[in-house]
């Protein structure tokens, strides 16, 4: 039986083996992230601790700051997916829905490695990345954002959708960097701000 012409094609096995390589490096800069400040962290002991050598490192990723770059990206998605069920689980509320969503986001980045070295005095590349150099990683997370929100109501205006996950976007990376509250309280005052705009979101196509 052939496959069907539509089937996505498996990825090859270099492919595979280069996402492993990915992984391990971006796992690895994650341990030494949770104990030493970006500043500190060198491409060696990225090297040392995923197993590989720092040629490899900088043939996956190129230089110091696309490896940041990068575990940025990927670390953002996985808090993003991990959003989804909070989301999901609560289409008949939308305000409940931001609020578990911001909850969770900010509980889940508290205790992250990648916020802890964000939020150091010694992290000011990272902050930079992620915020005045996070072009990409915020059109990224806005991006996916906005595409969960159409997809659970898919009656709002998609131009409203992305104006709603980006402010998202940006309110939450700003309370992972400098928080200034616990997780709770801050996802219930975002959720007391942006409310109404939800809601005449929702207005607008009932």
Known sequence: ???AADAPARPT???ENRSL?????LDGLGDLLAGDAWRDVTMAEVAERAGVSRQTIYNAFGNREELAQAYLMREAGRFLAAIEDAVNSNVEDPRRALRSAAELF???VSTHPMVRA???QDGDELVAMATTRGGALLEAMTTRLAELIL??????????ARLLAE?????????????????????????RILGPFIDELLAERD
């Open 118 to 120: 964000v939020s150091s």
């Open 13 to 15: 096995l270099a492919e």
């Open 1 to 3: 039986m052939t496959p």
């Open 151 to 160: 997809s659970n109501w898919p009656q709002v205006d998609p131009g409203g």
């Open 167 to 191: 402010t998202l976007v940006r309110l939450a990376i700003s309370h992972a960097a400098l928080p200034t509250n616990v997780p709770p309280q801050t996802a219930a005052e975002i959720s």
């Open 21 to 25: 390589v990915r992984d391990r490096v």
């Open 106 to 108: 900010l509980s889940l």
